[in-house]
């Protein structure tokens, strides 16, 4: 059964950094591109980040370019999003996500992680 | 970027109805057009991949349509389940974006 279980969510003042994680089981981590969506309170979906399966490509929204930065670790089953410099803008739940084939859609998705920033 | 905007943003609708939500992009996306589903409080779920592939495990009641600009999903007969928030997502190229949602509810 795939699992992928996201940590490290919580509250962080405006220009503070925080680091997600994402635990990936029950598939071969190191085959599958991975991908960060978010959802601000009461709001859409906004996709945030995609890395490839070896890290080769990486992209990223404007919103959050040269402020975010996802990584992996394939020897680790775990995907990462380093988050600096936050914005009350980026208050919401995190999701970490499985791309089946590389072509940027999705499949299936962890239970999201909670970031606030507040003052 | 490719903007996606769906149709009605709401819906009511009962148990047993037929339901179509429409979504267009902005420029052509092809086939690149993906469908979610999303239950209040809980992470979306995969629907339909390129325009009109059913995901394994998803009722055949979902179907989906189109190409290049226009989209449609399609429940043929709402079951109790079905209601929740539905969005559609591009996948032609990046920024990867979403429509606004269409939340359905029960009438």
């Known amino acids: 059964e795939v699992q992928l279980v996201e940590s490290g969510g919580g509250l962080v003042q405006p220009g503070g950094s925080l680091r997600l994680s994402c635990a990936a089981s029950g598939f071969t981590f190191s085959l599958y591109s991975m991908t960060w969506v978010r959802q601000a309170p009461g709001k859409g979906l906004e996709w945030v980040s995609y890395i490839s399966s070896r890290s080769g490509d990486i992209q990223y929204a404007d919103s959050v370019k040269g402020r975010f930065t996802i990584s992996r670790d394939n020897s680790k089953n775990s995907l990462y999003l380093q988050m600096n410099s936050l914005r009350v803008e980026d208050t919401a739940v995190y999701y970490c996500a499985r791309d089946p084939s590389s072509s940027w859609y999705v499949d299936y998705w962890g239970q999201g992680t909670l970031v606030t920033v507040s003052s | 970027d490719i903007q996606m905007t769906q149709s009605p943003s709401s819906l009511s609708a009962s148990v047993g109805d037929r339901v179509t939500i429409t979504c267009r992009a902005s420029?052509?996306?092809?086939?690149?057009l993906n469908w979610y589903q999303q239950m209040p409080g809980k992470a979306p779920q995969l629907l339909i991949f390129?325009?009109?592939g059913l995901k394994s495990g998803v009722p055949s009641r979902f179907s989906g349509r189109g190409s290049g600009t226009d989209f449609t999903l399609t429940i043929s007969s709402l079951h109790p389940e079905d209601f929740a928030t539905y969005y559609c997502?591009?996948?032609?190229?990046?920024?990867?974006?979403f429509g606004q949602g269409t939340r359905l509810e029960i009438k």
């Open positions: 420029q052509s996306v092809n086939v690149f």
């Open positions: 390129t325009a009109s």
């Open positions: 997502q591009q996948s032609y190229s990046t920024p990867i974006t």
